[in-house]
Antibody, heavy 120, light 107 residues
Framework: QVHLQESGPGLLKPSETLSLTCTVS????????WTWIRQSPGKGLEWIAY???????NYNLSLRSRVGLLIDTSKNQFSLQLESLTAADTAVYYC??????????????WGQGAQVTVSS | DVEMTQSPSSLSAFVGDRVTITCQAS??????VNWYQQKPGKAPKVLIH???NLETGVPSRFSGRGSGTEFTFTISSLQPEDTATYYC?????????FGQGTQLKIK
């Protein structure tokens, strides 16, 4: 069974940079595209970006200028960096697998989610 | 971005009722819509992909249909464990976008 686990700080100050890591177990990092999604009461579910093991990346353009993605195939991990945080970035951040192909594009499996709060 | 307008935002029904949720896309997205169930404190779980395909292990009381801009998600006989929030999501165009969700409660 595939298991994803997010890790990273839960409380950050405005203007700081968020760094989250997702560790994948039960599957190869080559089996999926890997994605980040966040959920806040104000904006609902928002797709952030995805990365593949070969380094293909696509971003939500609304966040593109502040987002960085990395993948470490040796550790079966991928990570998200989000710069210049504001209170609007307060959300639960999920990592998830993403199958992409003709007619294929759903998020499964998901991590349990990491609450990130931006507050001074 | 493709806007997914989901309705209703909330509803309550009795056990055994038939429940339908709709999602309207702001442009033609073929059948490239998924439906997710999210229970409190948990991550969303995909129930239906490509508008009408049931994920393995998902009970057959769940179904979906539609194409173009109009999509529906139906629970044929509501069960107590179906209390959750349900979301549609399109994958025809980047960025992937979600509906605002329908909170479903049991009366």
């Amino acid at each position: 069974q595939v298991h994803l686990q997010e890790s990273g700080p839960g409380l950050l100050k405005p203007s700081e940079t968020l760094s989250l890591t997702c560790t994948v177990s039960g599957a190869s990092i080559h089996d999926y595209f890997w994605t980040w999604i966040r959920q806040s009461p104000g904006k609902g579910l928002e797709w952030i970006a995805y990365i593949s093991s070969s380094g293909t990346i696509n971003y939500n353009l609304s966040l593109r200028s502040r987002v960085g993605l990395l993948i470490d195939t040796s550790k079966n991990q991928f990570s998200l960096q989000l710069e210049s945080l504001t209170a609007a970035d307060t959300a639960v951040y999920y990592c998830a697998g993403l199958k992409i192909g003709i007619g294929v594009g759903w998020f499964d499996p998901w991590g349990q989610g990491a609450q990130v709060t931006v507050s001074s | 971005d493709v806007e997914m307008t989901q309705s209703p935002s909330s509803l309550s029904a009795f056990v055994g009722d038939r429940v339908t949720i709709t999602c309207q896309a702001s442009q033609d997205i073929s059948n490239l819509v998924n439906w997710y169930q999210q229970k409190p404190g948990k991550a969303p779980k995909v129930l239906i992909h490509a508008a009408s395909n049931l994920e393995t292990g998902v009970p057959s009381r769940f179904s979906g249909r539609g194409s173009g801009t109009e999509f529906t998600f139906t629970i044929s006989s509501l069960q107590p464990e179906d209390t959750a929030t349900y979301y549609c999501q399109q994958y025809d165009n980047l960025p992937y976008t979600f509906g605002q969700g329908t909170q479903l409660k049991i009366k």
